[in-house]
């Protein structure tokens, strides 16, 4: 069983960057796929991007392109959303997710669903105001 944290979330002033780090306990053809989504009280959570951890292919939502950037250090085994440009409305609580890379290869047709991914991180509150 995969176990994900998430780090990096916190307040920021509109227009400024946050860091969100995803670590998890270990590293499998399950976790071929890290997304990030966000939660918005009383809304099912958005996929925001995606990253197939194999060959650094990247999708993004429209929500985000342009501003969010997911990559991996492999060295360091985490995968990160820079987040730029932040606007108040990105205030959320946003989790790391993991699964097959089917996940990735699905995304850029028909986006992220929570309900396709298996393992989920504790979450971090971003606040922009």
């Known amino acids: 069983h995969v176990q994900l944290v998430e780090s990096g979330g916190g307040s920021v002033q509109a227009g400024g960057s946050l860091r969100l780090s995803c670590g998890a306990s270990r590293w499998t053809d399950s976790t071929d796929c890290i997304a990030w989504f966000r939660q918005f009280a009383g809304e099912p959570r958005e996929g925001l991007a995606s990253l197939y951890t194999r060959g650094d292919n990247a999708w993004y939502s429209d929500s985000v392109q342009g501003r969010f950037t997911i990559y991996q250090d492999k060295r360091e085994n985490t995968v990160y959303l820079e987040m730029n440009s932040l606007r108040p409305g990105d205030s959320a609580m946003y989790y790391c997710?993991?699964?097959?890379?089917?996940?990735?290869?699905?995304?850029?047709?028909?986006?992220?669903?929570?309900?396709?991914?298996?393992?989920w991180g504790q979450g971090t509150q971003v606040t922009v105001s």
């Open positions: 997710a993991a699964d097959h890379r089917a996940q990735c290869l699905r995304a850029p047709v028909y986006g992220l669903s929570q309900y396709d991914f298996h393992a």
